[in-house]
């Protein structure tokens, strides 16, 4: 009976040894070596994206948790410099048009039509209209967002901009990029931040 | 060739349990495919289950069936080491025979 | 005499059962509409009684015997069977060997989880080469996988025992190392990671559950339930597949099978799994 006990207590001396000896960089970079060579390029889903940018490099040192203070504000001073408000000063779009996006799933996968519609697929992780019951968790409700907030510029301004680069306000968010990476164009933005913003949108009644 | 069936067949008191896996498509004629074209309607129409080539069960079934359709069913008399066989014939007229026995 | 014959289907939120009594000879169709306006934790239950109700008659079975028959079958240029592939425990010993798995080859001097072992067996045994062995990794409809079925067969053996994935080759260090970062490594236009899920607890995506890989509840839970058959597939999906459709998903490139990244990933995820029963192939939405 106390043999397995023995070896599991082996095991994890050797783990730990071995832990030493390879740093942190060096398993990163090794890591990233080993998935360089484990995909193929399938369509609109091309190799660069495993060439990752100054915010995913860091955001993936911390394992899905929030990065320590000085590093999050780093990364949201950096990522506050990229969000680009419409020329024509204004942030609202049609809050139905914004409904669909953000029921819309598909968009840059290999699977997708690279012609096809790209969506924001807010639902996934998002309560928005209370019609729709099949909703994610990942994210906070978002339910009567303008409602509870006021429709006033400021507000449209922090929901544009959020939309837009979510990690100018919180660091390594779970939330895409949608903008800064070129996901939704600058008129769907406006249309999702109408859904939230528009007080006849759904989401606020 | 169809790929075998999973025939399980066991007394539960006096009667007996027949569970029958069997592998297919189930196509339903509704469904397209990447292109835009329907894929033709492929399924199991008739299934049939001897104990010792006595008929216990005949059905006939439409698209409404799962893939891979699962059915269970019990009957009385049946014993240990006895018999069990099912043949299923699909709409293009493809057949697969399995046995069992009564466990 | 009641014979029941359950449509398989859950994906548009709809399950419906199909009652046909053998006397009569006639179909009674009663379509449960489960109605989508179930509360979300209900839909949970739910879903949870319908795999109860399959459990039964698991179409992973299917995929099993198929299996079985392609270890057994003297197959590939040099007509030998599987029989003599080594999947860790020895030649031929089958049982148990998956709890053990990915580990650390001297022979290929590489750490292989399944499905690149069996790969290894039918070029090194079978002598097919190695494009012919992979050239279905996956099944899809009549285009059958050969490997997906092994995975079956070969994993079945293993229901009931604990997950024993030791890490003592400084290769399985490594692996594993390398297995914990890819986990949390994010990029593409969505800056997804595994992590973007599978790090948190309670949450879900749209209506699905999603299990948190971080915790070792977490991975012991979702890496002995792997392959699984998933209805709205009509599948038998093996965790390489598994790994490959969430990159998909991730907007990342096309997973390439039998890669160090799929076997990094998945040792990191079925050691964390050690001292869990393994309980699979299971069956899943």
Known sequence: ?205 | MPDPMKIRATTVGDETEVKVLMSHEMETGQRKDGQGKTIPAWFIQNVSVTWNSKTVLSAQWGTAVAKNPFVSFRFKGGAKGDKITVTWVDNRAEKRTDESMIA | ?285
């Open chain 3, 1 to 285: 005499m009641i014979l029941r014959a359950e449509r398989r289907e859950l994906g548009s939120c709809r399950a419906a059962s199909l009652i046909l009594t053998q006397s009569a000879c006639v179909l009674a169709l009663s379509f449960c509409v489960t109605a989508c306006a179930l509360a979300q934790t209900s839909a949970v239950d739910e879903i949870a009684k319908y795999r109860a109700a399959l459990q039964d008659g698991n179409p992973a079975e299917l995929w099993e015997a198929r299996g079985e028959d392609l270890w057994k079958q003297k197959r590939g240029p040099k007509q030998v069977s599987l029989e003599g592939c080594d999947l860790g425990l020895g030649p031929g010993i089958v049982k148990g060997a998956y709890t053990r798995l990915p580990m650390y080859f001297a022979d290929a001097d590489r750490v292989m989880d399944l499905e690149t072992r069996l790969v290894w067996c039918m070029v090194t045994l079978q002598a097919y080469n190695e494009s012919q062995a992979k050239k279905q990794p996956f099944g899809n409809g009549e285009r059958k996988s050969d490997i997906e079925a092994l995975v079956a067969f070969v994993t079945s053996t293993s229901r009931g025992m604990p997950m024993n994935v030791a890490l003592k080759h400084p290769k399985e260090v490594e692996m594993y190392q390398a297995g914990e970062k890819i986990f949390s490594y994010r990029g593409g236009p969505h800056d997804f990671g595994c992590v973007t899920c599978h790090a948190d607890e309670g949450k879900r995506i749209r209506l699905q559950d999603l299990p948190n890989l971080t915790t070792r509840e977490g991975a012991q839970k979702a890496y002995t339930t792997w392959p699984a058959y998933r209805v709205s597939q009509g599948e038998l999906r093996s965790f390489e597949w598994r790994l490959y459709d969430c990159f998909r998903q991730q907007r990342f490139p096309e997973l390439l099978f039998g890669s160090d990244a799929s076997i990094a990933l998945t040792l990191y995820l079925a050691r964390n799994a050690n001292g869990a029963i393994f309980d699979a192939p299971a069956i899943k939405r």
């Open chain 1, 1 to 205: 009976m106390k043999s397995p006990l023995i070896s599991a207590t082996i095991i994890t001396i050797g783990v730990s040894a071995c832990v030493t000896a390879a740093s942190n960089e060096e398993i990163s970079s090794k890591a990233a070596a080993m998935l360089k060579s484990s995909f193929k390029a399938n369509g609109q889903a091309t190799l660069d994206r495993l060439d990752q940018d100054a915010t995913q490099h860091l955001c993936s040192e911390f394992a899905g948790k929030a990065p320590p203070r000085d590093v999050a504000q780093k990364i949201e001073a950096l990522n506050l410099a990229t969000v680009k408000y419409p020329t024509d000063g204004n942030l609202l779009g049609d809050w139905k048009n914004g409904e669909k996006i953000a029921q819309e799933g598909r968009g840059k996968q290999f699977s997708d039509d690279p012609a096809g519609p790209v969506g924001g697929n807010c639902y996934a992780c998002h309560q928005l209209s209370p019609q729709e019951l099949s909703y994610g968790t990942i994210g906070p409700s978002l339910y009567q967002f303008g409602k509870l907030r006021g429709y006033g510029p400021e507000t449209q301004r922090y929901a544009y901009g959020k939309i837009y680069n979510p990690d100018a306000y919180a660091a390594c968010s779970n939330m895409p990029r949608f903008g800064h990476n070129g996901i939704l164009s600058e008129q769907q933005i406006k249309d999702v931040t109408a859904l939230l913003m528009d007080p006849a949108s759904p989401v606020n009644r």
